[in-house]
């Protein structure tokens, strides 16, 4: 089989941290070459000698990083011959996660989106907490109204890792959704959601379009990317216009 990740890595300096452990760092490495199609299923991944002198760092950095990518089933480890990037069943457990444009256009109808707000902010405590990092981490915060044929149908209020989506602010959301932007650059490892009937604060009523005293179905879910939390979202639905559904 052909090696297609030959003169690829040749010469690449080695990512930089920002404290990031290097084991991670190199799992990040290999999980990104992954997403973006550079590394294919049946690929074999360089060697632990060329990504030790790649990212200066010890062989049984290396290893542990490779242990814990076939442990994920990301990669497979053929005795004498090496690592290879190992066909991709781990996403079959998961929840589909399908953006709400996608769910609009099946059904044939037309979706739009208006962009409420765009922050950059350092994470209070609470937030912090959610992404299992120190307070005063970098975080991007968009609001959304998604509409299906000119009603509104969702709000989105979602809270990203800087680090994960750096070009997050300066994407288009009235043609690529928060969701679509996040599954290109953060390769997907694992999500967790709960549902809930609640009435609406005022101003997400407002902002929906709702009669006073019409519930809401609310959807928090916070996914995983690369080791660590990338998304933490909540989105609102009327619950006269909407009905949430999932598969396996």
Known sequence: ?????TGKTKGRAAPRGGGVPSFQRIKNHILQ??????????????TEAALGRQFGVARMTV??????????????????????????????????IRSIADEVRARGDSHACVVKLLENVKAPAALAQKFEAHRGFRLFHSVL???????????????VNA???????????????????LMRVAPLQGVSYRIEARLPPADIRKR???????????????????GTVASVATMWH???RYQLTGSF
Not at 33 to 46: C, F, L, M, T
Not at 73 to 95: D, E, M, N
Not at 163 to 181: C, I, K, R, V, W
């Open 1 to 5: 089989m052909t090696n297609r990740t």
């Open 33 to 46: 070459r992954i997403h973006a199609g550079e590394w294919k299923e049946g690929d074999q991944i360089p």
């Open 63 to 96: 290893n542990r990083a490779l242990r814990e990518l076939a442990g994920e089933q990301i990669v497979s480890r053929i005795q004498g011959l090496g690592t290879f990037v190992a066909q991709q069943k781990y996403q079959s457990t998961l929840v589909a």
């Open 145 to 159: 109204v998604h509409y299906e044929n000119g009603e509104q149908i969702q709000l989105e209020d979602r809270w």
């Open 163 to 181: 680090a994960l989506a750096p070009d997050y602010l300066s994407q288009d959301f009235a043609h690529s959704t928060p969701n679509e932007y």
């Open 208 to 226: 929906l379009g709702m009669p006073a005293g019409e519930p809401c179905l609310v959807l928090y879910r916070t996914t995983r990317s690369m």
């Open 238 to 240: 009327p619950a006269s």
